[in-house]
């Protein structure tokens, strides 16, 4: 399943906020150098949602903090307890 977020990085702390509209919030730890934000995002869902890191995928979005991520439809009802 195809999931749109909005990544704020260099949070305190990781976390998801919630939802904007269809977009899904999430703050991550990481700074966005080098990749280490979308790292950190794939490492925090996966460790979040109960999912290996290598059935998350980032389909578009790589540079911005809005991201497209593919995830597998397991995580469907997990999503959508997310308020």
Known sequence: MKLTVKITP?????????????LLKIKIQAPPLEGKANTELVRF???QWGISKSSIHIL???TSRIKTLEIPDT???IINNIS
């Open 10 to 22: 260099n949070s305190k702390k990781s976390e998801i906020m919630g939802w904007e509209g269809a």
């Open 45 to 47: 869902l996966s460790k």
């Open 60 to 62: 578009s979005g790589e």
């Open 75 to 77: 995580a469907r009802e």
